[in-house]
């Protein structure tokens, strides 16, 4: 028989047995063992979900399979096919004989997929017993899974061609290999990030949720203002804007400088309250009393009667304590005389009050009059009035 009759035989044998003849074979259970597909046309270091082997539409492999001997069989041939849906072409076969009880190796090389063929493929393998050259029975049959792919196609959809994620390391069949929210050809080709590794720039943000915040998922700090994309995204301000660090002195100023009227107006409060409580116990001490030494200065006719300070006072609160105890008026001559300080320090300390609106400070001739508020002489009363009524 001529060759091409016994290729022309194998093909029908592999035919019948695909639509006939497969319950039988895979009943047999026994025969085929390893399968190994190597040699250039296969993608390594590509994961598959269904354990498939990933050939190259355009490149040839080598194929290698174990088989035993079976009872009363002696000559032997290992064939195999391409099942392209449903349909077996038939790619190689090697005759083999062995002797009872031994295993054999059937060695296939350069083998070569039917061309325009890709997607999720079939390598079958069978073992048949040779009765003569042509007659031929199956004993054994295994499919090895293949996806056969183009180099310029895009198995997953990713954007990137096949060719270009096998060179580069990537999963041909995962869109997605660090799960981050972007597919890998998106990461590659528009962001710059690496699409395996869900943070590119190590922010703690992964890179999918950086591009919904609108922030690069390849920096830290997207706007460059100092403060990392996490740190403003915990203070709630917005990390592509560089002027967040000026806002923030701004607003810390502001809040300085509110706390800082609060602590003046609660001090002036306070010295507002001591003053009363002091006026209250000058009056309680101010009664008469039947000691000759009533505190009372024969040579000025003033009282000199000493108060006890319930807390230390300060300058202005002396100065606030007189005027209370003289109706809220005095001369700030008679300032002068009852703190026995200097003309200058009393002139200090009344001009800086009355800057603060704690006192009103009146020239009224050669004389300064300092009342507390509400306390000042009338805008009609003369110079004489007042010194009178003094």
């Not at 040779?130 to 899974?145: I, K």
């Not at 009667?305 to 300060?314: H, S």
């Not at 304590?321 to 009852?338: N, P, T, Y």
Request: hydrophobic share 35%; glycine share 10%; with cysteine.
């Amino acid at each position: 028989m001529s060759d091409g009759a016994r290729v022309l035989a194998g093909i029908l044998c592999l035919v019948v047995l695909a639509s006939a003849a497969v319950p039988a074979v895979a009943q047999s259970g026994a025969g085929i063992g390893e399968v190994e597909v190597s040699g250039e046309g296969v993608i390594a270091a590509t994961e598959s979900g269904n354990g498939s082997t990933y050939l190259w539409s355009d490149e040839s492999v080598n194929v290698s399979v174990e088989f035993t001997d079976y009872p009363e069989a002696r000559n032997y041939r290992v064939c195999l096919g391409a099942d392209r849906e449903q349909a077996v072409d038939e790619l190689d076969c090697n005759p083999k004989a062995l002797s009872a009880g031994t295993n054999g190796t059937a060695e296939f090389a350069n083998v070569t997929w039917p061309a325009n063929t890709t997607g999720q493929q079939g390598l079958v393998v069978e073992l048949q017993k040779l009765s003569n050259e042509s007659n031929a029975t199956v004993l054994d049959r295994t499919t090895v899974p293949v996806a056969v792919l183009r180099r310029q196609g895009d198995l997953d959809g990713d954007g990137l061609a096949n060719a270009r994620e096998v060179e580069a390391g990537y999963n041909v069949s995962n869109p997605d290999m660090d799960a981050d929210g972007l597919t890998d050809g998106a990461e590659v080709n528009q962001y710059g990030s690496d699409p395996q590794d869900p943070d590119s720039d190590g922010d703690g943000i992964r890179d999918g949720i950086e591009i919904q915040r609108g922030t690069d998922p390849t920096t830290g700090d997207t706007d460059g203002d100092g403060l990392a994309d996490p740190l403003e995204a915990t203070l709630g301000t917005n990390p592509t804007n560089d002027l967040t660090p000026v806002w923030l002195v701004v607003g810390l100023v502001l809040v300085v400088a509110v706390l800082v009227a609060i602590g003046v107006f609660g001090r002036r409060q306070w010295r507002e309250r001591s003053g009363e409580l002091l006026t209250l116990g000058s009056n309680a001490n101010s009664e008469p009393r039947a000691d000759p030494d009533d505190g009372v200065d024969s040579t000025s006719g003033e009282s000199t009667t000493e108060v006890a300070e319930p807390m230390p006072m300060t300058d202005e609160d002396r100065v606030l304590a007189l005027l209370r105890e003289h109706g809220g008026r005095m001369k700030q001559s008679q300032i002068v005389e009852r703190t026995e300080w200097s003309k200058a320090k009393v002139s200090r300390l009344l001009s800086s009050m009355n800057e603060e609106g704690t006192v009103e400070k009146l020239s009224i001739g050669r004389e300064n009059i300092i009342s507390l508020d509400g306390h000042g002489p009338e805008a009609a009363r003369s110079p004489h009035e007042e010194n009178a009524s003094d």
